[in-house]
C-alpha cells in the first residue's frame, strides 16, 4: 500500500526550506526515474484536441508502420507504429502547410516536402528539416514527384506567381524551370510513368500538358476533358498508358496515354471536387478518389461505375490516400477531420489521430470557477466544440446537437457554467444548460444567422449580446430565450468583435471590418462611434481593463494594437515590439491586468506585461503562427491557452514550475505533493503546474526542476 508523505513535525525539522536541505530532497528524489525530458515553464505545448484538416500522407517504402502526414497549417507529422499515434515532426520548417510529400524509395530517411514556403528536405526520417529552394521562382508547392529510378531527380509543381514545373537533378539542392510549353503558371498535380519516368503529365487550371523528355518540353494533353481545372493525377502502375484525372467536375480517363479523354464518373455525386485519385497497386482495378464535400469513393472496375466508400469516414472532405503497398487492403485517408484508417479496402474506416492535434481552433473558453475545463470550438474536424476537464490533457466531442460544427464563437454563462452558447457558421446561436452534454437552438428574433461574436453581461446574466454579419447587433434579457435588434446610431452591418466593460456592464464597445469602433453607455440602447486617433478601423478584438474602465484595446487587422486611456474618446498606437499588424484575439489577465496577451495571424502570440506599453514575442513552442483565439487563467495570469488554425490548442504555464498552489512560490509542501503524486498517491490534477508537459504525470525531471525554482526564489512567477 503506498503512503501519503505529511509535513509532520518531524519532516518539517528534517527538510525545512533552507538551500542545502532542499538539495538533499533532490538527491533522494533521483532513484524514481527519469520518464520524459523536462519542457519547463515558458513553453507552449500542444494539447489537443486530436484531428484536424491533414492535405497528404505518405508510407515508408520499407517500413509500413512508418508514416508521415502533411497538415494544413500543421506541418509534418510521423508515426512509426502503423499510425496508432502520432508526434509532430516540425524541427527546421518554417511554413507549416504542407500539400506533398516524397520519399527516396531506398533511402526512406531521405524525405522531401512541398509546402506554401517551398521544398524542403529531411535526411534524418523528419527529425530535422532545411529548406530546398534555390532555383525555385514561386513557393506554393502543390506537388512533388520523384524519378523511381534515379531519386536524386525530382519534379515540384507550383501554384501562383512564379509557377510552373521546376525540376531538380541533385536532390533538390538546385531547381530549374522545366516550363517549356506550358502554358499554365498553377501546377496543381504531376505524375510520372513508372516504366518511362522522362514520361510526366502536370494538372493544372488550364487541362493537362504532357511532357516526354523529363519536363524539358511539354504539350497540351487534355483533350477530352470537359473541366480544364485539373486537380489530381493517377497512373495505372500496371499500365502506365492508362491515366485518370480529378477535376472540380468528376474524374476523367485516358487509355492512351493522355492523346484523348473521357468522363467515368458514374455514381460519384455530381458536382464534387475531386481532389485526389489513388490507384490499388496490385489490383489496378481497384482506384479510390477523393472529394471535396462527398467524401471518398471506389471503382472495382477500373473506373466504369463508382460507390461511396464514407462507412466510418468522419469527414466528407477528402484530400489523399495512401495505400500499403505489401497489403493495399490496408489503407488511410488524409481528411478535413485527420487521418482515417481502413484494413478491409475501405469497407469501413476509423479514425486514427493520437497525437495529430492539427485543428482549427476559433474559440476558447474556461470554466471561471474550474478552469481546468475548457471548452474549443473549432473549423475542421465535424465535431464543432470540444471539452476538457483536466486543463487540455484530455478531450472530449461536446457537440451533441449541433446542426453545424464551424464554429465562430463561443461564450460561458460566468454564473453557470453549465450553461454555454456558441455561434457555428451560418447557423445562429445554440446554447447549452447541461455543460456541452446537448445543444439546443436559441434563434427566436435572430434576423440573420450568421452570428459573429457572443457575449455574456458578468452582472446580469440573463442580458447577451452578439454581433452579426448582415444584421449588425442583437440583445437578449432573457438568456437567449429571444433577440431584438439593437442598432439605434450602429452605421455598420456587421460587428466583427463585442467588449463589455466589465466594471460598468451597460457600457459595451463594438468593433466592425472597416466602420472602427462603436461605444454604447445605456446597455446598447444606442450607439456612436468611437474612432478618434484610429488609423486602422479593421477591429477584430476588443478588451476593456477589469480594473480601470477608461483603458480600452483595440486589435486591428492590418494596424496592430491601439489603446485609450479615456474609454475610446480617443486612440494611440500601443504596438511598440510587435513584429505583426495583424490581432485577431486579445486578452487582459484577470488576474494581473498589467498583463495582456495579443494573438496574430501570421506571428503567434505577442505578451505585454506593462499594459501594453512593449510586447515580446511569446511563441517558445508553438508550431502554428496563425493564433485565432486566446484564453488566460483566471486565478493565474501566467497560465494561458492559444487556439490555432493548424495546430489545435497550445498551454503555456509562464509561471513557477511546481507552483502547486500557486502562491507565486515553490514550497516543500509543493514538492512533497509532487513526489507523491509521482508515487501514485495522489492525481497529477493536484498540481498542474508541476506537469509542465501536461501528459497526467510528474516525473523526476519536473521535480527537480520545481526544487530548482524554490532554491532560486521561483524567478518566473508573476
Not at 497549417?73 to 508515426?79: D, E, Q, W
Not at 481552433?361 to 464543432?384: K, N, S, W
Amino acid at each position: 500500500m503506498l503512503c501519503v508523505l505529511t509535513t509532520s513535525k518531524r519532516i518539517g525539522a528534517a527538510v525545512r526550506t533552507s538551500r542545502s536541505r532542499l538539495r538533499l530532497a533532490a538527491l533522494l528524489l533521483l532513484p524514481m526515474g527519469a520518464h520524459a525530458a523536462f519542457a519547463g515553464p515558458g513553453f507552449w505545448t500542444s494539447n489537443g484536441p486530436d484531428g484536424g484538416t491533414v492535405l497528404t500522407v505518405a508510407f515508408d517504402p520499407i517500413d509500413p508502420q512508418t508514416l508521415y502526414a502533411g497538415a494544413d497549417n500543421g506541418g509534418v507529422f510521423k508515426s512509426t507504429d502503423g499510425a496508432t499515434s502520432w508526434h509532430s515532426a516540425n524541427t527546421g520548417l518554417t511554413n507549416f502547410v504542407v500539400r506533398a510529400i516524397a520519399i527516396d524509395p531506398a533511402e526512406p530517411d531521405t524525405l522531401y516536402i512541398g509546402t506554401n514556403g517551398g521544398v524542403f528536405k529531411s535526411t534524418d526520417g523528419a527529425a530535422t528539416w532545411r529548406a530546398a529552394n534555390t532555383g525555385l521562382a514561386g513557393l506554393a508547392v502543390r506537388a512533388l514527384v520523384m524519378d523511381p529510378t534515379s531519386p536524386q531527380t525530382l519534379y515540384a509543381g507550383v501554384s501562383g506567381s512564379g509557377g510552373g514545373v521546376f525540376r531538380s537533378t541533385d536532390g533538390a539542392a538546385h531547381w530549374t524551370a522545366a516550363n517549356a510549353g506550358l502554358s499554365s503558371s498553377s501546377v496543381q498535380a504531376l505524375a510520372i510513368n513508372p516504366a518511362l519516368p522522362q514520361t510526366l503529365y502536370a494538372g493544372t487550371i488550364n487541362s493537362v500538358f504532357k511532357s516526354t523528355n523529363g519536363g524539358t518540353s511539354w504539350n497540351p494533353a487534355g483533350r477530352g476533358i470537359g473541366d480544364p481545372n485539373v486537380l489530381a493525377l493517377a497512373i495505372d502502375p500496371k499500365s502506365p498508358n492508362n491515366l485518370f484525372a480529378g477535376t472540380t467536375s468528376g474524374v476523367f480517363n485516358s487509355v492512351d496515354s493522355a492523346a484523348g479523354w473521357g468522363p467515368v464518373g458514374a455514381g460519384i455525386t455530381a458536382g464534387a471536387d475531386v481532389g485526389a485519385i489513388s490507384i490499388d497497386p496490385t489490383h489496378p482495378q481497384n482506384i479510390y478518389v477523393g472529394t471535396s464535400a462527398a467524401g471518398a469513393f471506389k471503382s472495382t472496375n477500373h473506373g466504369g461505375t463508382w460507390a461511396p466508400i464514407n462507412d466510418g469516414l468522419g469527414s466528407t472532405s477528402v484530400h489523399g490516400f495512401a495505400l500499403q503497398t505489401s497489403n493495399p487492403a490496408t489503407i488511410y485517408a488524409a481528411t478535413t477531420a485527420g487521418i482515417f484508417k481502413s484494413t478491409s479496402g475501405a469497407a469501413l474506416w476509423s479514425p486514427v489521430n493520437q497525437g495529430l492535434a492539427v485543428s482549427d481552433v476559433r474559440a476558447l473558453a474556461l470554466d471561471p470557477q474550474q478552469p481546468e475545463t475548457i471548452y474549443a470550438g473549432e473549423h475542421d474536424t465535424g465535431v464543432g466544440v470540444f471539452k476538457s476537464t483536466n486543463g487540455g490533457t484530455t478531450w472530449g466531442a461536446a457537440g451533441n446537437g449541433l446542426t453545424n460544427t464551424v464554429i465562430q464563437s463561443l461564450t460561458i454563462d460566468p454564473d453557470d457554467p453549465q450553461t454555454l452558447y456558441v455561434a457555428p457558421a451560418s447557423a445562429g446561436i445554440f446554447k447549452s444548460t447541461d455543460g456541452t452534454a446537448s445543444w439546443k437552438p436559441a434563434n427566436a428574433g435572430l434576423t440573420t444567422s450568421n452570428v459573429l461574436t457572443i457575449v455574456v453581461d458578468p452582472v446580469d446574466t440573463a442580458v447577451l449580446y452578439v454581433g452579426t454579419a448582415g444584421g449588425g447587433i442583437f440583445k437578449s434579457t432573457n438568456h437567449a430565450a429571444s433577440w431584438t435588434p439593437a442598432n439605434a446610431g450602429f452605421t455598420s452591418t456587421g460587428a466583427s468583435t463585442l467588449a463589455i466593460d466589465p466594471g460598468s456592464p451597460q457600457t459595451i464597445y463594438a468593433g466592425t471590418d472597416g466602420g472602427g469602433v462603436f461605444k454604447s453607455t445605456n446597455a446598447a440602447a444606442s450607439w456612436v462611434t468611437a474612432n478618434m486617433g484610429l488609423t486602422n478601423r479593421r477591429i477584430f478584438a476588443l478588451a476593456v481593463d477589469p480594473l480601470d474602465s477608461e483603458t480600452v484595446y483595440a486589435g486591428t487587422f492590418g494596424g496592430g494594437v491601439f489603446k485609450s486611456a479615456d474609454g475610446a474618446a480617443s486612440w494611440q498606437p500601443s504596438s511598440t515590439g510587435l513584429n505583426s499588424t495583424n490581432i485577431v484575439p486579445l486578452v487582459i489577465a484577470l488576474a494581473d491586468a498589467r498583463t495582456v496577451y495579443a494573438g496574430t495571424f501570421d506571428r503567434g502570440v505577442f505578451k505585454s506585461t506593462d499594459r501594453g506599453a512593449h510586447w515580446i514575442p511569446f511563441n517558445t513552442g508553438l508550431s502554428s503562427t496563425d493564433v485565432e483565439a486566446l484564453a488566460v487563467d483566471p486565478r493565474k495570469a501566467t497560465t494561458a491557452y492559444a487556439g490555432t488554425n493548424g495546430g489545435g490548442v497550445f498551454r503555456i504555464d509562464a509561471g513557477c514550475g511546481g507552483d502547486c498552489m500557486g502562491d507565486g512560490a515553490v514550497t516543500i509542501d509543493d514538492l512533497l505533493k509532487m513526489v507523491n503524486i509521482a508515487l501514485g498517491s495522489l492525481p497529477a490534477s493536484d498540481c498542474i503546474a508541476g506537469d509542465a508537459n501536461h501528459d497526467g504525470e510528474i516525473t523526476i525531471n519536473e521535480i527537480l526542476a520545481a526544487v530548482n525554482n524554490a532554491l532560486s526564489g521561483c524567478p518566473l512567477a508573476g
